[in-house]
Nanobody
Framework: QVQLVESGGGLVQVGGSLRLSCAAS????????MAWYRQAPGKQRELVAV???????NYARSVKGRFTISRDNAKNTVYLQMNNLKPEDTAVYYC???????????????WGQGTQVTVSS
């Protein structure tokens, strides 16, 4: 079994910064893409940023230039540095990972439990 545990959420003022972390543990051979999603009240879950094992990144247009996704493959951890936060960034942020538990096994999708980010004006 694999667990993804997020940390680093909280309350911050407009223009502030937060850094989210997500550590994967358990039966892990390798992790392909890792990503951050978010879900605001009454809205669908949306992709915020994704990073490949090799470090290629993609961002939602709404966060490009403000957020930076990174990962430490040795620690099975992904980060999201969020700068210049806006009220519309308020949401529960979820970590996602495509995890292989063995060399010959296919990747399975795992989610963290979510961490709340609230940006106050």
């Amino acid at each position: 079994q694999v667990q993804l545990v997020e940390s680093g959420g909280g309350l911050v003022q407009v223009g502030g910064s937060l850094r989210l972390s997500c550590a994967a543990s358990g039966s892990i051979f390798s992790i392909n893409d890792m990503a951050w999603y978010r879900q605001a009240p009454g809205k669908q879950r949306e992709l915020v940023a994704v990073i490949s094992w090799g470090g290629s990144t993609n961002y939602a247009r709404s966060v490009k230039g403000r957020f930076t996704i990174s990962r430490d493959n040795a620690k099975n951890t992904v980060y999201l540095q969020m700068n210049n936060l806006k009220p519309e960034d308020t949401a529960v942020y979820y970590c996602n990972g495509e995890v292989k538990s063995g060399l010959w096994e296919g990747a399975e999708n795992y989610w963290g439990q979510g961490t709340q980010v609230t940006v106050s004006s």
